[in-house]
T-cell receptor, first 115, second 111 residues
């Protein structure tokens, strides 16, 4: 079946503009995760959804970052008033997160460049 | 919260040799430990995982060991090949609510 998809694949924006990143998880996956990966760095946890609720928002870097998930499926990550340090690859992952089925499947990422 | 440390950050081996990457974790409640491989410009992909009720798991040339007492787990790749060159990440979680990732190991297999 289809894997996790993300759009856009690349985004170039000017400092101060808002951007919206989209994630389509694997059908049936209840858990959805957002991560940020700067060039050559590890995976920085941003936020986790179980269904439509976000029990853990502790990783969001600032109040310029927000995320929502509707219908237990698609999620959007919004960055307001973008800054150059927001430039990174934003990865989304989904999983069943049920019993033994915890494997996360990652999307291809959105490469964000803030000029 | 959980803290996962990963070593080494870079590793070079000759083709055919073995590679070992080690991770430690701090939360004894963590019970699921996946390993991801990320090739340049691509998404992380799961290569093997282990649960806390198992000490070792093998899949062809890849194996993972877990020592719950010492709170560390390791990835072993035998008979390395150039296509094994990538960045490898370990992770730990309890319940899957949040995955704590290591900082990654860049593995280079020299032909």
């Amino acid at each position: 079946g289809a894997g996790v998809s993300q759009s856009p694949s690349n985004k170039v924006t000017e400092k101060g503009k808002d951007v919206e990143l989209r994630c389509d998880p694997i059908s049936g996956h209840t858990a959805l995760y957002w991560y940020r990966q700067s060039l050559g760095q590890g995976l920085e946890f941003l936020i986790y959804f179980q269904g439509n609720s976000a029990p853990d928002k502790s990783g969001l870097p600032s109040d310029r970052f927000s995320a929502e998930r509707t219908g237990g499926s698609v999620s959007t990550l919004t960055i307001q008033r973008t800054q150059q340090e927001d430039s990174a690859v934003y990865l989304c992952a989904s999983s069943f997160n049920s019993g033994s089925r915890k494997t996360q499947y990652f999307g291809p990422g959105t490469r964000l460049l803030v000029l | 919260g959980e803290n996962v440390e990963q070593h080494p950050s870079t590793l070079s081996v000759q083709e055919g040799d073995s590679a070992v990457i080690k991770c430690t974790y701090s939360d004894s409640a963590s019970n699921y430990f996946p390993w991801y491989k990320q090739e340049l410009g691509k998404r992380p992909q799961l290569i093997i995982d282990i649960r806390s009720n198992v000490g070792e798991k093998k899949d062809q040339r890849i194996a993972v060991t877990l020592n719950k007492t010492a709170k560390h787990f390791s990835l072993h790749i035998t008979e390395t090949q150039p296509e094994d060159s990538a960045v490898y990440f370990c992770a730990a979680t309890y319940g899957g609510n949040q995955f704590y990732f290591g900082t990654g190991t860049s593995l280079t297999v020299i032909p």
